[in-house]
């Protein structure tokens, strides 16, 4: 009896990890002139922000999770795509917001030609949404 016991444990905590995403702060492996080319900053308030390099405007939004999948919502994504807004703000090729895949820390990236992609993937790297609010990446 006991064993089925904690091997059913055990499956909860995978199935619940697994499309889990917890506010905080993620950026992504690829890097841009030495500086990761994003930091996404998940406040608890159900609002984010992107931090770009050479990107001085403040990127914010409403982000949201359905199912295994983490949608963000900003006017800038919306400017963007009716081509009024120049540098690119969107890091995904999702129309009208950006769409990552939960993955245990991982948001994966989607693209149209791979669909969610561990290229340039997103990583957890601190619960303190405070300490990064205000941080400039290197110009």
Known sequence: ??????????????????????PGVYKTICELYHSPALILILNNDGTFQYIKPYVDEKIVGKWEKSNDILILEADYFKLQEEGNVEPLYKFTESKGNDTYKIKGNKLLVYSLDDGYSSKCHLVRISDDTEKFKDYKLPK
């Open 1 to 22: 009896m006991k064993p089925k016991i904690i091997v059913l444990l055990m499956m909860c905590f995978i199935l619940l990890g697994c499309g889990s995403i917890k």
